[in-house]
């Protein structure tokens, strides 16, 4: 037989020490392929950059963008990524497109509704897909999100993303 009474195999090896054996080799080779395989290697260091990023929203609470000031921090409030620092903010009449009863579609404004464009300088990375990384998250030109500026959490999208200088 190949396996004795004390579990050994042709009496000199035992069972469990085979198994120990083959799981350690099929980790070296996990560890080789996904390490040194050519083509895996993602770099490591990447340099931070500085980017001009601007949020715009067509309607938001009037009360909630004018809290916004100059200096406060912009973070996507749902990923928690924070966007920049604000340097700038416009604000103007909401935006609002309604149809008349003679079916032509019309712009309008809502009381107490603004929209805006924030302007903040943001560190990045330049992402594979086109945008920029901020604070490990991806972003292009045309992300809707909530943010949450300063004390105040509303609607922007992304509407210019460029780096400075």
């Known amino acids: 037989m190949f396996i004795d009474s004390k579990g050994k195999l042709f009496g000199k090896i035992s069972i469990i020490d085979i198994l120990i054996l083959v799981v350690l080799i099929a980790g070296i080779a996990g ?24 949020l715009y929203w067509e309607e938001s609470p009037e ?40 079916g032509r579609v019309v712009a309008s404004s809502t009381p107490g509704y603004v929209s805006y464009h924030i302007t903040l300088e943001a560190t990045g990375v330049p992402s594979d897909l086109g945008g920029v990384i901020f604070d490990g998250m ?8 909530t ?19």
Do not use: C
């Open 31 to 54: 560890v080789w392929v996904k390490f040194f395989k050519s083509g895996s290697v993602t770099p490591i260091a990447v340099k931070n950059e500085t980017y001009i990023v601007g």
């Open 63 to 102: 009360f909630a963008v004018r809290s916004v000031k100059i200096g406060d921090i912009a973070r996507d409030f749902d990923r928690g990524a924070i966007l920049g620092k604000v340097t700038d903010i416009q604000i103007d009449d909401s935006i609002s497109f309604v149809k008349t009863a003679d």
């Open 138 to 145: 991806d972003y292009q030109i045309g992300k809707s999100m």
């Open 147 to 165: 943010v949450k500026v300063g004390n105040a959490i509303f609607m922007g999208r992304i509407d210019r993303l460029e780096k400075k200088g």
